[in-house]
Structures are given as structure tokens and as C-alpha cells.
């Protein structure tokens, strides 16, 4: 109740405030999101850059990335416009999944560095006002951990009911695999231990068992260890398999959720830090989101928009953006106090597993034709800039990301429009090293040998896509993308206001409105290749204007207060309406 309270408290006091150093386009300043009383709600208007520490920046020329790569690149991410850096897996491990295969919990891999180089970079991040937070993987370990290295050596040890065992294989094995057509089973038998372990994803990663008490006691101290370290927040990974009741007699294809351990993680993180929070990996149909929001947003605090995200690229792949409105529409219900993320890029497949048939055929005919570009049945391994083509669809692309109704999320690389390397295994193709430059290995590092190959051929190869390069170039993808950054700091009613859908009268149009403190911004887009133009009712009065926040010009509206916008082949504009 007190976070509903105190969201109630921004109507007062943001009229109270101003700053109008970045408008440039209204008469009165764009409202800046507020800080008193209210930082804990800072998600609800952030920009969030994923990084993955290991091929972002090498410093020491051992051919990983590292926190003292990071750190050098801190004024980058500030310019860009980054609010706030999240962190793929950086803990020791193994390194069979791309570090998602945790051997420690508490430490920070010997390849990216050490625990004084990730104070030293959180510390310099905080400074420039940037926030940081990371993965939290803690429905599964790395086989290697200590943990399961005990828990296999005998049935009395403590840690052996830290795992999922079953005596006999049992009856749904190879069900329920989160990586099909790669994984075989989610049941192993390990022959040390004389018993079945459970494992939702690859045979290496044994899932921990959350009925245990101990297991969600050390799950506590993980996660306060890293916030005592100054993290603001974690993203949780596989949100649903970690709260599953697995045991071996359960339906891995309809398991039973104990949604109370949300409840429990958003209680404990608010208790130790307030304005910490958990982005929730969870790619569930809109009928199941409440739950895993909680009631009065007492669990995850924000979570990534999966089912619009992929009606978003059924819409990029033809041209038809009603699917894409009504998973909107379906995912709008959500407590005041939470927020989705919305995202075009992660740094996994493109996962098309909730369109229809159908619509998945028209997306891969479109996006990844060739069967080298599909993986696991169900989505597409290449990054936005090869597979989209067309400049002027992945610009579209990115004025959507911004201005719909959540926080974006920008995966590193795709601010420069980076390629992907088909030759790499499964995900990894969309996991190479960061292109700083047209020097050696991309700037990424002196190294002869590299964790991952740079991208050295092709369109995409480092020498023709590179920072240096595009910050040179005014009209760059990387210069747009700063663009979308600065003007979405100038409106906060995306993040904090009401917002709805106009009706366009095309298929191809999506109009959204958004009202907050007595605001107003339209966003429209054009998903067509063609030209198009819509007539919006956008206005309660006559007397009234849109305000372009591209270009400041102004359009008057109609005598009915109706406006027309024309509109280029995959054309887009940003407004705000001033009445008179």
C-alpha cells in the first residue's frame, strides 16, 4: 500500500518541478520524472543496456572481455543515454553455456577480473549516475559447483536434497526440454550418485530444488551479498522454472507454480535496499501475468514483454500490426506500481513460440528464411540489423522500442546495428565480441586469441560497422539511437502516464496516445513499405495543434479537432499536443 501511496504523491509534486535544459521543441519544459519520495519507482522510466562483460572490452589482452574494459567504456554508455547497465553472468563457471552455468554464486570469474575491479566499476558507474544490475541464476547450477560435487557423493550429504533426484528414470524424461532439437532429457542419470537428476535445461546446469528451505535461505544471501556490493537489482532468470514444483512424479509440461517465493524475493530485496528491483524473465501468456506481477505489484517489479515483442516482429514481417494491438491491449493490465520492458533483441533467439503457426511460417519466410537461422522450432538466431535489411524498418524499429508503453531495453552491439556469425553454435551467434573500431579485433582486444570470433567479413564485418565509425556519421544508427535515448528522457508520460490506441483506419498505422499531468504525446508509425496517412481523433477541443518533437513543426488540428498525418514508407513521428 505504500507504493501505491506514494504513486499517488507524483501528481503533486511533479507540477512542483522543472528542468528544461534538454527541451527544445515546447514552450513548457518536458516534466522531469520526480525524486523525492518516489526513487524506489526509477524503473518505471529507464533505459537498460545488457552487457556481456566477456566479449564488451578486454583491457588486459588475455582475449576476454573485463570489468576494466567496461569501466573505460562508461562514458560511451553515459552519451548513449544509459540509465542503467544490466549484467550477463559474470560469476565463475565452466563456461558451457555462456556463463549461465554458475560454479560460485560469489565471485566474479578470474577471466573478467577481480571483486576489486567490479567495486572499482560499480563505484565509477554510480557516478555518472548510471545503476547497475545483474543476472540472478539461481534455478540452476553449473554440475561443477560445490554443491552438486557434494551432493552426489552420498545420499546423507546436506546438499542432496539441495537437487530434484529420482531412484527410477521417470515417466516424462525427455519432456519438457527448454532447448528442443538439442536437448535430450531433462532427466540424467548421473552414475556417481546412483539416482535421476532434474534439469530443465542442458544436462550440465542441475536445476536447485526451491522446496527446500536452505536452498531460498542461500538464494537470500546471494542476493544480499550483491546488494550490500551496491547492485540495484537483478534480473531474474527462467522466472517460471524456478518457482516450479518439480519432483519426479510431476508433469514438466504442466507444472504446478509456488508463486509465493516471488512474494518472498520482492519482500526481502525492498526490505535490504527499497529502490531494488527484480526484471523477470518470464514468457507467459498474458491470462498468467498477474500472479508473477503480484497483487498491488508485490512481485516482480518489471518484467520483459515476450508476447508483445513477438507480435511486434510479426508486424515488422508483414506489415499488419493488428495482432501486435491487441497483444497490447492483452498485456495492459498490470499493477500501477510495476512496468513492463520491452525489448527487440535479447541475447537469445528470437522466440516465436506463442504466434500461431501460421504467423511464425510468414516471420521466418521473411527473417530467417534458411533453416541456419531457426533454432530450437520455435525462433530465429540473428540480430536486428542483417535480418530487418532495410535501414529505414530497423530505424521503425527502434522509435517503437522507445516509445511503447514500458522501459526499453538495448542489448549491446545493437545500437550500432551489429551482424551475427552463423557459423557459431545456437545462441552464440549473436554473441560476438563488440565492434569499437576498425582496428585489430575490432578494438575489443590485443589478444591473439579470442573467448569468440569478431565478425572480420561481409557487410557486417568490424572494419564497415564500428563505433568510431558511426559517431563520425551524423545520420548513423548509433546517433539515432542517442536521439531516442535523449528525446524518451523528454517524455516521462511513456513511463509514468495512461495510455491507449487510436484507431488509425489501417492496418498498417499504430497510433498510441499517452496522458499524464494534464500531457499529451502521440506516437505514430507506419509498418508499410508504402506511404501511407491517417485521420485521428486525437483532441477533445477544436483548437488544437501537434507539436513534431522530430522536427518542430507544428500541424493544426480539424474544425471536428481531427488531424491528418501523412506518413513515409515505414515513417514514424513523435508529437506532443498543446491545445489552446
Known amino acids: 500500500m505504500k507504493r501505491l501511496f506514494v504513486l499517488l504523491c507524483v501528481g503533486i509534486l511533479v507540477s512542483c518541478q522543472s528542468n528544461s535544459s534538454e527541451s527544445k521543441v515546447d514552450e513548457a519544459p518536458p516534466i522531469p520524472v520526480p525524486t523525492d519520495f518516489v526513487e524506489e519507482l526509477w524503473y518505471k522510466n529507464s533505459l537498460i543496456y545488457n552487457v556481456d562483460v566477456e566479449v564488451f572490452k578486454d583491457s588486459d589482452a588475455n582475449g ?3 570489468f576494466k574494459g567496461l569501466t573505460q567504456e562508461l562514458d560511451y554508455l553515459k552519451k548513449l543515454g544509459v540509465q542503467t547497465i544490466w549484467l550477463a553472468p559474470f560469476q565463475p563457471t565452466p563456461n558451457k553455456d555462456d556463463g549461465y552455468d554458475v560454479s560460485d554464486f560469489y565471485g566474479v570469474d578470474a577471466h573478467l577480473g577481480t571483486i576489486q575491479d567490479f567495486d572499482e566499476c560499480l563505484r565509477q558507474a ?15 547450477t553449473s554440475d561443477q559447483h560445490p554443491w552438486f560435487q557434494q551432493a552426489r557423493q552420498r545420499k546423507d550429504s546436506p546438499y542432496r536434497s539441495w537437487y530434484v533426484w529420482s531412484k527410477e528414470r521417470p515417466e516424462k524424461w525427455d519432456s519438457g526440454m527448454v532447448f528442443p532439437g538439442v536437448q535430450k532429457a531433462v532427466w540424467t542419470l548421473d552414475k556417481q550418485a546412483g539416482e535421476y537428476y532434474y534439469h530443465r535445461f542442458y544436462d550440465f546446469q542441475p536445476d536447485l530444488n526451491m522446496q527446500n528451505p536452505a536452498v531460498l535461505q542461500e538464494m537470500r544471501k546471494i542476493i544480499r551479498y550483491w546488494l550490500d556490493k551496491g547492485i540495484a537489482g537483478f534480473r531474474v ?27 518472498q524475493l520482492h519482500q526481502y530485496v525492498q526490505w535490504h535496499k527499497r529502490d531494488a528491483i527484480l526484471l523477470g524473465e ?24 515476450f508476447f508483445a515483442n513477438q507480435h511486434l516482429f510479426y508486424a515488422l514481417a508483414t506489415s499488419d500490426t493488428k495482432s501486435l494491438k ?12 510495476s512496468q513492463w520492458a520491452h525489448f527487440l533483441r535479447n541475447h537469445d533467439e528470437i522466440d516465436l513460440g506463442r504466434l500461431s503457426d501460421e504467423e511464425r511460417k510468414k516471420v521466418y519466410a521473411k527473417f530467417g528464411p534458411d533453416s541456419t537461422m531457426q533454432l530450437y522450432d520455435r525462433g530465429i538466431r540473428r540480430r536486428m540489423a542483417p535480418m530487418l535489411a532495410d535501414p529505414r524498418l530497423v530505424e521503425l524499429a527502434y522509435s517503437m522500442l522507445f516509445s ?3 522501459m526499453p531495453v538495448i542489448r549491446y552491439g545493437e545500437e550500432i546495428g551489429m551482424g551475427d556469425d552463423l557459423r557459431l553454435q545456437e545462441r552464440l551467434s549473436v554473441r560476438t565480441p563488440m565492434q569499437w573500431s576498425a582496428g585489430t579485433n575490432a578494438g575489443f582486444s590485443d589478444a591473439a586469441k579470442l573467448v569468440r570470433p569478431v565478425i572480420n567479413e561481409g557487410p557486417y564485418s568490424y572494419s564497415r560497422v564500428n563505433v568510431a565509425a558511426q559517431r563520425a556519421d551524423s545520420a548513423s544508427l548509433l546517433n539515432r539511437v542517442a536521439r531516442f535515448a535523449r528525446l524518451r528522457r523528454q517524455c516521462p508520460e511513456i513511463g509514468w502516464g495512461n495510455w491507449e490506441l487510436l484507431d488509425t483506419g489501417s492496418e498498417n498505422v499504430l497510433a498510441i496516445r499517452y496522458d499524464w499531468q ?4 502521440l506516437m505514430v508509425h507506419n509498418f508499410s513499405a508504402e506511404p501511407k496517412s491517417c485521420t485521428l481523433n486525437a483532441f477533445a477541443k477544436p483548437t488544437a495543434a501537434l507539436v513534431n518533437l522530430l522536427d518542430n513543426s507544428t500541424t493544426q488540428s480539424g474544425p471536428e479537432g ?7 514508407g515505414y515513417g514514424y513521428s513523435w508529437y506532443r499536443l498543446k491545445t489552446n
Open 64 to 66: 576476454y572481455g573485463d
Open 126 to 140: 554510480n557516478q555518472r549516475g548510471i545503476r547497475v544490475i545483474m543476472d540472478l541464476v539461481t534455478n540452476h
Open 237 to 263: 532468470d527462467a522466472v517460471p522454472f524456478l518457482i516450479e514444483v518439480a519432483n519426479p512424479g510431476f508433469d514438466p509440461d504442466k507444472p504446478l507454480h509456488q508463486f509465493g517465493i516471488i512474494n
Open 282 to 305: 518470464a514468457n507467459v501468456d498474458p491470462k498468467e501475468q498477474e500472479p508473477y506481477f503480484g497483487k498491488e505489484g508485490q512481485g516482480i517489479h518489471t518484467m520483459f514483454n
Open 326 to 337: 491487441k497483444a497490447l491491449v492483452d498485456t495492459k493490465n498490470i499493477p500501477p506500481t
Open 404 to 406: 511503447l508503453p514500458g
Open 518 to 521: 494534464g500531457r499529451s504525446l
Open 562 to 568: 481531427t488531424v491528418t498525418i501523412p506518413l513515409a
